[in-house]
């Protein structure tokens, strides 16, 4: 029975305005909106949907609720569920650039910032435990989780090749035979991957016909960035920092630091740090209106896909739960991607604790410079712990304590 067009924007519409606190905490509060309260979908169902997000690139909690919406009430279900799920971020996103080119320099921010980065360096080390407590079950998955993090820390190998080559070595070393796909499924597999690839690339083809070279290069970047977004915005942020910093020239470290600890206190998905790395690059370029002109053009290369990934799979969910070898595939880079996040995480402490951080002749391992060593910001990472290691404190209360924490300090004239 289809669902009401009213109800099912009720629904969604609270599960976006309400989704803070990452893929986690947005997973369980669409169980139990979609599963225990409305009874939309089955355990059963609820939970292969979430395994075929969790095999296609991109947020795992935007495209469940694209996938639920898809199957209640088809393709504009779909639309609507997506679109509810990340439009609020994005408008928050937005305004939190806007105030930050205007005000981000003010000493006092700065000061909020410091304790919101502690926070931040916290909220990335529990999503390394989280996600290394169900990907490290074996010692190959020990093995791949310590060379990804070598590759990245050590050596700077393009974060891309590590994802591939780890997909790579574990649809190769799997067990057990694929199944046949629907044979009906296949024309309109087809149409779909025409009409949602076009709309993908329709951008970037008018992006070149007008000569805009800029937005051209943002829309090109983060549709890349899109297609290797496996194990979400944590996996890919030291790897978009080296491009748009160092390759590009776009913003800051700092300002990319900044954009996650902004984006972790928005609803949506945690992606949504690309709209405010394009809005800042954009404001550099030329002012507001090439910053929301980047916006958009990054929203749109970024979560288009996720449409294409769920409307061309959604009809194969059956098959591709069956298929032992993709299964494999994506157990291997998850636990690549494991070591990604440990990349990340120090790389993310470094920055915050240590005013410069250069890096040893011509391999990508950072060395920080001890004379630079920010006794406040450490002081504030041990109290980020104690909030919310020990007292289990969660993630919005966390951060608004550890930014007024870090305005204390500010106006004490300390930080």
């Known amino acids: 029975m289809k669902q009401d067009w009213s109800q099912l924007a009720r629904v969604f519409g609270r599960i976006g305005c309400m989704s803070f606190g990452g893929p986690a905490a947005q997973i369980s509060l669409m169980h139990e909106a979609l599963v225990t309260r409305h009874k939309w979908l089955t355990e059963q169902e609820y939970l292969r949907a979430l395994s075929l997000c969790m095999l296609l690139p991109g947020p795992e909690a935007m495209q469940l609720a694209t996938y639920a919406g898809w199957r209640l009430r088809g393709v504009p279900g779909g639309l609507l569920a997506g679109l509810l799920f990340v439009v609020p971020g994005a408008l928050v996103i937005l305004g939190l650039a806007i105030g930050y080119v205007h005000y981000g320099n003010l000493p006092l921010i700065q000061a909020a910032f410091l304790g919101v980065k502690a926070a931040v360096i916290v909220v990335v080390l529990q999503a390394l435990l989280r996600l290394g407590r169900k990907a490290l079950t074996g010692r190959a998955a020990w093995i791949l989780a310590g060379l990804a993090f070598a590759a990245l820390f050590v050596f700077g190998l393009p974060f891309p090749v590590i994802v591939i080559a780890a997909g790579i070595y574990g649809y190769l070393t799997a067990q057990g035979e694929n199944s046949t796909p629907p044979p009906h499924a296949k024309a309109r597999t087809a149409r779909t991957v025409l009409i949602w690839g076009g709309l ?23 549709s890349k960035l899109a297609v290797v977004t496996f194990g979400g915005a944590y996996a890919v942020l030291a790897y978009m920092t080296q491009e748009v910093v160092q390759n590009y020239g776009w913003i800051t470290t700092g300002q990319t630091i900044d954009a996650l600890g902004l984006a972790e206190t928005t609803p949506g998905p945690l992606i949504l740090v690309t709209e405010f790395v394009a809005l800042l690059a954009g404001f550099a370029q030329g002012g507001l209106g090439m910053a929301l002109a980047a916006g958009a053009v990054a929203l749109w290369v970024t979560f288009t896909p996720c449409f294409l990934w769920i409307f061309a799979a959604g009809p194969y969910l059956e098959h591709i739960a069956a298929r032992p070898r993709l299964s494999a595939a994506l157990h291997a880079i998850t636990a690549a991607v494991v070591g990604v996040i440990l990349n990340l995480s120090v790389w993310f402490a470094l920055h ?53 924490t870090g305005c204390t300090l500010g106006l004490l004239g300390l930080s």
């Open 200 to 222: 993908w690339v329709a951008p970037i083809v008018v992006l070149w016909i007008t000569a805009q070279d800029f937005l051209l290069q943002i829309g090109l970047f983060f």
């Open 352 to 404: 915050v604790i240590f005013g410069q951080v250069a890096q040893v002749n011509a391999l990508a391992l950072p060395l920080p410079d001890v004379a630079t060593l920010n006794h406040w910001a450490v002081l504030l990472t041990a109290v980020a712990m104690v909030l919310m290691l020990g007292l289990r404190v969660s993630l919005l209360p966390a951060l608004a304590l550890m930014a007024a």
